[in-house]
């Protein structure tokens, strides 16, 4: 595997429903994000990570918790998610302390139903 | 943060045809970055060009950073080209390189 990777590619979940979305990075960076991308609306940064740290939580409800168990990984569990949460969402790598030049995944397309 | 317009929202081209898609930001900025969006939803990078030109086959782009504005150049249009450009920019004061973007531009070319 090159570059970043998300799993799954789709999802489609209820709203009692619990899921988490995988994003894996191959690039030695050491920050990762975790964006949203709604329909009509710009992309918005909901979580920052350097380190394993979390940064910024962008206002971003409870039911949306990342988890970031190493510089490689990061994860996003979904609980109790309401229709209007159904969007792409996108993770992104970066070089702390570089340029932060970010690199994207391919996204995995939530359906909340 | 930081407001980035992209205009315009639509074009729509022929075949060979050349464009310019323009960003401008409201804040300083150190990081710039132009993306196209495919029909899956994944971003490319296209450039990383928070100030001068750069150049990669059919595509340019130059920014200009005391005016605020970066511009995206495509020459001979392609099918292949259609999809979403993204602007994206971060600020000297952003977290982490966190990214402000564009609300995007639309380009269909057809044969």
């Known amino acids: 595997e090159t570059g970043v990777t998300q799993t799954p590619r789709h999802l489609v979940m209820g709203m009692t429903n619990k899921k988490s979305l995988k994003c894996e990075q191959h690039?030695?960076?050491?920050?990762m994000y975790w964006y949203k991308q709604s329909a009509k609306k710009p992309l918005e940064l909901m979580f920052v990570?350097?380190?394993?740290?979390?940064?910024e939580n962008n206002s971003v409800p409870s039911r949306f918790s990342p988890e970031c168990p190493n510089s490689s990984h990061l994860f996003l569990h979904l609980h109790t998610l309401q229709p209007e949460d159904s969007a792409l969402y996108l993770c992104?790598?970066?070089?702390?302390?570089?340029?932060?030049?970010?690199?994207f995944g391919p996204g995995t397309r939530l359906t909340v139903t | 943060g930081i407001q980035v317009e992209q205009s315009p929202p639509d074009l729509i081209l022929q075949e060979g045809a050349n464009s310019t898609l323009r960003c401008n930001f409201s804040?300083?900025?150190?990081?710039l970055q132009w993306f196209h969006q495919n029909p899956w939803g994944q971003l490319i990078n296209l450039f990383y060009?928070?100030?001068g030109t750069k150049q990669n086959g059919r595509l340019s782009a130059t920014t200009v950073a005391t005016e605020r504005y970066s511009l995206l150049y495509i020459s001979s249009s392609q099918t292949t080209d259609s999809g979403v450009y993204f602007c994206?920019?971060?600020?000297?004061?952003?977290?982490?390189?966190?990214?402000?973007f564009g609300r995007g531009t639309q380009l269909t070319v057809w044969p």
């Open positions: 990570y350097s380190l394993e740290e979390r940064v």
């Open positions: 804040d300083s900025v150190n990081n």
């Open positions: 060009i928070p100030s």
């Open positions: 992104a790598s970066s070089h702390r302390g570089s340029s932060y030049e970010q690199y």
């Open positions: 690039l030695g960076h050491n920050a």
């Open positions: 994206a920019v971060g600020g000297r004061g952003s977290t982490l390189g966190r990214l402000y």
